[in-house]
């Protein structure tokens, strides 16, 4: 796996060992990448359930202004942690292992919103309550992006804050552009202390 496009392009990226870590393919993340466009340009990111990091660290490689990574993986965390070392970025990013909940609650304390968060939780967990969770006031900033990857076959409910404005296929997986109105304003280019 490796990074697609901007700063850091076509540097490698390790990856969890074990089964319960899913990648988004390079092709894949290069489609959603063109889609948003000049929307990473100094945007906080969040990357929940995040794996290797793979997407927040291509939205800074993009020009993002920040990153939060949230995984309850051991092995996850340690990736990602390597990873963003490797790219010399821990400046600019943070990483909490902890489950999506309480990662969520201790973000929306911290008051900063995210721009754009990318969300790419285990197909066996509903999406449903991790969106409603997001919606609530204290964690998007206004018209910020969630991109939701999911399979096919489970469509969530989205709560009335977030409009789902666009669903691309790639093969068996769905993934669902959403754009939240009702959240409050404000930007930071860095992390506050979580």
Known sequence: MR???????????????????????DATRESL??????????ARVLDLFAGSGALGLEALSRGAASAVFVDASPAAVKAVTQNIASLAVQ???QVLHMSWNPALGRLRRAGVPFDLVFLD???DLAASPVLAALAQPGVLAENATVLLERDKR??????PELSCVRTKAYGDTRVDFLTYQGG???HSDLPGQL
């Open 3 to 25: 990074i697609i496009g901007g700063a850091f392009g076509s540097r490698r990226l390790k990856t969890p060992a074990g089964p319960d870590t899913r990648p988004t393919m």
């Open 33 to 42: 990448f063109n889609i948003l466009g000049a929307q990473t340009q100094g």
């Open 91 to 93: 400046s600019q990013c």
């Open 121 to 123: 939780p285990p197909y």
């Open 154 to 159: 489970t469509p969530p409910d989205f709560p």
């Open 184 to 186: 409050q304003h404000g």
